[in-house]
């Protein structure tokens, strides 16, 4: 298993999701999302190359263990055929409410949109809520640009935005 290290000190690493990591994956969704994924749709991806899982070791993470890691974010990506020009699309990505603003984020972005573009993805798509610019500025420093809107994408009736990069600029 490839790990990469994220930041400075070296104390958060991003892999590929496992089996064991869906709990502590559902706990940061539901602690992130009003209408969260259901624990189905994680276990649907674990194999997928861009399911990714960022972990700290839990003594640094502040969580008291020697010797586990704690998962403190996740991006869910995905290649999907389009007329043989496949494209990614980025499903599904969050941070633990306590690690917000150390650039995990970031991270988990980049290193999921390596993986779309190693799989032969020229392009990728995500939706964001309109409401949520925090996000929005994020993918915009990734050259995520602006495509349309969706009225009343999610539940509680609010908008998406649709949002795609270029990756062969």
């Known amino acids: 298993m490839t790990t990469t290290p994220v930041g400075d000190e070296g104390d958060v690493e991003i892999r590929q999701a496992a089996q064991a990591d869906l709990l502590a994956v559902l706990r940061i ?3 992130s999302f009003d209408q969260p994924w259901p624990f189905s749709a994680f276990d649907r991806y674990v194999e997928e190359p861009g399911f990714l899982v960022a972990v700290k070791d839990e003594q640094t993470a502040g969580y008291g263990s020697d010797d586990a890691e704690s998962v403190v974010g996740y991006v869910v990506a995905n290649l999907v055929p389009n007329h043989g020009r496949s ?3 980025i499903k599904d ?4 409410p306590d690690h917000r603003g150390e650039g995990i984020g970031a991270e988990l972005l980049e290193r999921a949109l390596h993986v779309l573009e190693v799989g032969g993805a020229r392009s ?3 939706e964001v809520r309109a409401s949520n610019e925090r996000a929005q500025s994020m993918y915009r420093s990734f050259d995520f640009e602006y495509l349309r809107t969706v ?12 949002m795609v990069v270029d990756l062969d600029e």
């Not at 990505?93 to 633990?96: F, G, L, R």
Request: aromatic fraction near 12%.
């Open 151 to 162: 009225p009343r994408y999610y539940d509680d009736g609010e908008d998406a935005l649709i």
């Open 124 to 126: 990728v798509k995500l």
């Open 29 to 31: 969704e539901r602690a």
């Open 93 to 96: 990505i969050a941070v633990h």
């Open 87 to 89: 494209f990614g699309h």
